[in-house]
């Protein structure tokens, strides 16, 4: 564990802080947009035990589910950084 008050340390926080953030925004902008794009042509795929169209699927239900996988994951990606640089919270 680094010292937290060292500006090293501070620096790289934030730098793996930053590309964290910016890993996870460019997950929900492809699923929040990107996805959406291409709804048509995802809809002529069937899912075969539901029997929905995959766009359709992808749009109402799959968006949601990975960004809530993500709040979770950012959560818990975060602490651990946090804890790599001495920044944690007590639990």
């Known amino acids: 564990m680094n010292q937290p ?3 090293a340390n501070e620096e790289a ?3 793996k802080t930053t590309r964290l953030m ?5 997950v929900w902008l492809l ?3 990107v996805v959406h794009m ?5 809809n002529k795929i069937i899912i075969p035990i539901l029997d929905f169209p995959l766009g359709f699927y992808m749009a109402a ?3 949601l589910i990975v960004f809530v996988v ?5 959560a818990r990606q975060q602490d651990d950084i946090d ?3 001495g920044y944690a919270e007590d639990d």
């Open 61 to 63: 239900q799959g968006s």
């Open 22 to 26: 910016f890993t996870h925004l460019g």
């Open 70 to 74: 993500m709040l979770f994951m950012f």
């Open 83 to 85: 804890r790599e640089h």
């Open 5 to 7: 008050d060292s500006k």
């Open 38 to 42: 291409f709804v048509g042509p995802l």
């Open 13 to 15: 926080h934030w730098s």
């Open 31 to 33: 699923f929040g947009y």
